[in-house]
């Protein structure tokens, strides 16, 4: 008998240790929806942001299969979906089992109670369970603003694209750490050296920023950057699709009949600031931490005080001197760089690290050595290190790949970017329309797209 109960209890164990492998207990006829009326909070697994709620009657659900009713939230709700699936939360609130399309959508609707019993909470978990990666890929998957004077691209806060729903991206796990060093001259704007991690992206070196800045200095940022690839990621261009809502925002601005064509245009450049004139589809995730000086290149201005001038005068004479003996000084460019790329390095190799570094230098960073990074609360070496070991701290480095975001108008509607195209051309150089957009050639980004479009005989 004792062998029997001892049998039936390890069963039991092992059944429970196994149970984000089956399925949910099934619901009979939508039994558990306490009333006629309801609302239903759709979550997408694919889409951590993707939350609707919907007010449902019990009517609209009880004769649906899931495949329905997911082809319904899309088609008559305009809820874009990340993928056409669906599963049941099970028991311990971290794993999640997918049901098949043809079972009662009744049966997968989860049903919770608050504190109070007489609320009751509905929710229909949408698609699987996504790897980090896969996250990774969708979240960042943003757009991109070019500044044509600097070369450098800004990632935008929204997302122009999407891919296809059964879709997965080409991963490629990496762990590559290199040093890289890159001077970028500015214009003006002390606040540059505060958002230069959030800025460089694949920066060319010697690039002049001009931010339209009034300021009355020009400066020189050296940088050298610690750039740990932790995953690069490539999506095919043929299964990006526009989003639902850049879509409908592009459309909406372009056929704003009751407004004029300088507005309207006014409209279109709003709305491919907000979501991306670019966007990548093949960049490296992971961190960057910048170790950046700042020198002010004001000398012999106007703008500089004469005891400025005089202390500038013998110090490019001394440069000159021990220049023509054949020594070099220390406050030169290319020594100023050495010295925080050995510091950096150092400092790396100690926490176990493995970069190439021309010497050791032990010391600290100095008051005039900024320290920034691409990684949330890192704001040293050390940190910065600790806190790669979490995913959902890495941000696009690298982007390998630019492609325009309005390239994709002429897989939908040429007639649209021909509208596109019209507006920019007669309105593009217009101070009002430059303000709007001031670093990218709007004229020249349209025509070099509808010259790739238009293929002359």
């Known amino acids: 008998m004792y062998s029997i109960y001892g049998f039936l209890l390890t069963l039991t164990l092992l059944i429970s240790s196994i149970q984000y492998d089956v399925t949910a207990e099934p619901l009979k006829y939508c039994s558990l929806i306490k009333s006629s009326n309801f609302m239903l909070s759709i979550r997408d697994l694919g889409r951590a942001d993707l939350k609707s709620d919907l007010y449902m009657n019990v009517t609209e659900v009880e004769d649906q299969t899931v495949d329905q009713f997911l082809s319904y939230l899309q088609e008559a709700k305009n809820i874009l979906l990340s993928s056409h699936s669906a599963s049941v939360k099970l028991a311990n609130d971290k794993h999640f089992a997918s049901v098949p399309m043809d079972t009662p959508v009744c049966e997968v609707i989860d049903v919770s109670s608050e504190e109070d019993t007489s609320k009751v909470q509905y929710t229909l978990y949408v698609g699987a369970m996504s790897t980090s990666v896969q996250i990774l890929a969708e979240r960042f998957l943003n757009g991109l603003i070019y500044d044509e004077q600097s070369l450098l691209f800004k990632v935008t806060d929204m997302s122009p694209i999407t891919f296809d729903k059964s879709y997965q991206p080409i991963v490629e796990q990496r762990d590559e750490v290199s040093l890289i060093r890159q001077t970028i001259k500015a214009h003006g704007n002390k606040d540059f050296l505060d958002t230069i991690s959030t800025l460089i992206l694949d920066a060319k070196y010697d690039n002049h920023l001009n931010n339209g800045s009034k300021s009355k200095y020009n400066a020189r940022f050296d940088v050298v950057s610690l750039i740990s690839k932790k995953t690069e990621i490539l999506i095919d261009k043929d299964k990006i699709e526009l989003s639902r809502d850049f879509r409908d925002k592009i459309y909406a601005a372009a056929n704003m009949q009751n407004l004029s064509n300088l507005n309207r245009t006014k409209e279109i450049i709003k709305v491919l600031n907000k ?23 004001n000398e012999g201005s106007e703008e500089m005080s004469g005891i400025d001038k005089f202390l500038q005068f013998f110090k490019d004479i001394w440069n000159a001197i021990i220049s023509f003996f054949g020594f070099e000084s220390d406050d030169t460019d290319e020594n100023k760089l050495d010295n925080v790329e050995a510091k950096l390095g150092t400092q790396w190799n100690k926490l176990g690290g493995n970069v190439v570094i021309s010497k050791q230098d032990n010391s600290e960073f100095t008051e005039i050595e900024h320290v920034t990074s691409t990684v949330k609360g890192a704001n040293d070496v050390e940190s910065f290190k600790h806190n790669l070991d979490n995913d959902q701290k890495w941000t696009i480095i690298s982007a390998k790949n630019i492609i325009p975001t309005c390239k994709i108008f002429f897989k939908k509607d040429a007639h649209l970017m021909g509208e596109i195209r019209r507006l920019i051309v007669t309105y593009g150089d217009n101070s009002r329309i430059r303000e709007l957009q001031p670093n990218i050639n709007m004229v020249e980004y349209v025509n070099d797209l509808w010259s790739d479009y238009v293929i002359p005989f």
């Open 275 to 297: 979501f991306g004139w670019y966007f990548t589809n093949h960049f490296d995730l992971g961190g960057r931490l910048d170790v950046s000086t700042v020198s002010n290149e």
